[in-house]
């Protein structure tokens, strides 16, 4: 690994006397964990295959002993986990000590999701998370990682940070996982190497400084923000960390940690942070930080009252008055509200619907809720994001089983046969998850599988991929 002479020089007089041992274990080969999905698993208990370790400040993440072909996982596409350094799940750790009551959550900089399903998997049931990306690709990426966790609780969006002064003091909880520098990157990517200069860390110090004050009116008087970083440097972190405090009257607020996990304490006595080294920790590079907005300001606002905009509004609500097909889809049905928007149907949590429909009108949202599918002239579709819900009523459809070799057929794409099982809509699954539809014409089965997230590749690994049994 060749690493650019200027960061040698950095970590130098950061890590003193440890520095050998640090850029040592840069070349090693990076750790491989997960993150199970709570919801599923609960589910659909499936046992690991082999041995796996936990990681431990994590209730559902694990460590694998080498790295399986993930792409030819019909689980992996399922939302039954997801593919996530195990450093990163530290926020898991942060949420579940901070937070116990239910809260209005961003997500600020989410692409391509790994933070997002993880706050979800933490945060208190009732609470609503607003997941963003700036560059429209990327909240794609996200939006994608989001349906198939399968939460209704979420609204993907796709906005810059200072978007978010419209809802002043709406969030209790804000997590910047802000563009970096990737140091912390380094053993993963080369192409981190390769780009990273002490211009570029620099431009990356002032970036993060304008996300933190654009975002920060959002935040309500005693809200919580979380900054992090996947890089080592100071200029990024601590002292961004005391930029805040003293710009923006942030306070430092304390994490317990266990020794065991050796996490490694901020480097300035004045800053209260967490770092993750590879040397130390079992992970990647990670830089973490909580912020407390001050005062204890209970009058914020925690819902928006939806108001229809449209110009036929004395005529028009998005609400569906008779639900009775819809709601058969879907477990807990009453607990939803049912909404047609430009023909798509979708089913949003009765206590964040008109805080999501609100949100709709004022942010770009790319998904929300559980989109169940579209009307097309006289007929309803079902969507992907229906098969992929924790809420799927699965009885509502005739189930079919693929064996593994159908289950990558249909996640290519590809047109497959089911002549044994009766017309019409068909969920499909795979060890009993389900994992898309097809609509069976007898003769052939029409692949409702989105196109853009089907396996491109012709071939399958030579080597075992199975995690579960």
């Known amino acids: 690994m060749n690493l ?29 964990s997960i993150r199970l999905n709570p919801f599923k698993r609960t589910r659909n208990p499936i046992e690991f295959l082999s041995q796996t370790e936990p990681v431990l400040w994590s209730q559902h993440g694990y460590y694998l002993k080498e790295r399986p072909s993930f792409t030819f996982d019909p689980l992996f596409h399922s939302g039954y986990y997801y593919v996530q350094e195990a450093s990163s799940m530290f926020i898991e750790h942060i949420v579940r000590q901070l937070i116990s009551d239910s809260v209005n959550c961003l997500d600020l900089c989410a692409a391509p999701g790994g933070k997002s399903t993880s706050l979800l998997s933490s945060l208190p049931e009732g609470s609503l998370l607003v997941s963003n990306e700036i560059i429209r690709q990327r909240a794609n990426i996200l939006s994608e990682t989001m349906v198939k966790f399968g939460n209704p609780n979420s609204v993907v969006t796709n906005n810059d940070p200072n978007d978010f002064a419209a809802l002043p ?118 830089f973490v930080t909580v912020l407390r907005k001050n005062g204890t300001d209970e009058s914020y606002q925690t819902t928006l009252s939806y108001k229809n905009t449209k110009k036929n509004k004395k005529h028009f609500s998005p609400f569906i008055k008779d639900i009775s097909y819809y709601e058969g889809l879907i477990n807990n049905s009453t607990t939803y509200d049912y909404v047609d928007l430009e023909n798509r149907i979708i089913a949003l949590p009765k206590k964040h619907s ?13 998904s929300m ?13 079902p969507s992907h994001a229906l098969a992929m819900s924790n809420d799927l009523n699965m009885s509502a459809f005739v189930n079919y089983e693929l064996s593994y070799n159908e289950a990558i057929a249909f996640l290519r794409s590809e047109a497959i046969s089911i002549p044994d099982a009766p017309k019409g809509f068909i969920l499909l699954t795979y060890k009993k998850e389900p994992i898309g539809f097809v609509k069976n014409l007898a003769n052939r089965a029409n692949n409702l599988y989105p196109h853009a997230w089907r396996i491109r590749s012709g071939h399958l690994p030579q080597s075992s991929i199975f995690i579960f049994k």
């Not at 040698?8 to 041992?21: F, P």
């Not at 008109?354 to 790319?366: A, G, I, P, Y």
């Open 4 to 32: 650019p002479a200027d960061f040698v020089k950095s970590i130098n007089l950061l890590l003193g006397t440890e520095v050998n041992t640090f850029l040592e274990a840069l070349q090693e080969n990076a750790p491989v």
């Open 169 to 286: 003091n709406f969030f209790d909880l804000i997590l910047v996982d802000a563009p970096c520098s990737g140091e912390g990157m380094f053993r993963k990517d080369e192409v981190a190497i390769n780009e990273w200069s002490a211009q570029n860390v620099n431009m990356c110090k002032e970036r993060q400084k304008n996300i933190l004050n654009d975002v920060w009116a959002s935040l309500r008087p005693g809200g919580i923000l979380i900054y992090s970083t996947c890089t080592y440097n100071t200029s990024e972190n601590e002292n961004n960390a005391l930029w805040a405090t003293s710009v923006l009257g942030a306070e430092f607020t304390e994490v317990e940690v266990e020794l065991e996990w050796s996490i490694t304490k901020s480097y300035n006595d004045k800053v209260e942070a967490y770092r993750f080294f590879p040397h130390k920790t079992k992970g990647e590079g990670l």
């Open 354 to 366: 008109s805080t999501l429909l609100s949100l709709k009108e004022m942010l770009k949202v790319v």
């Open 369 to 381: 809720g559980i989109e169940l599918g579209e009307i097309k002239g006289k007929n309803f579709i």
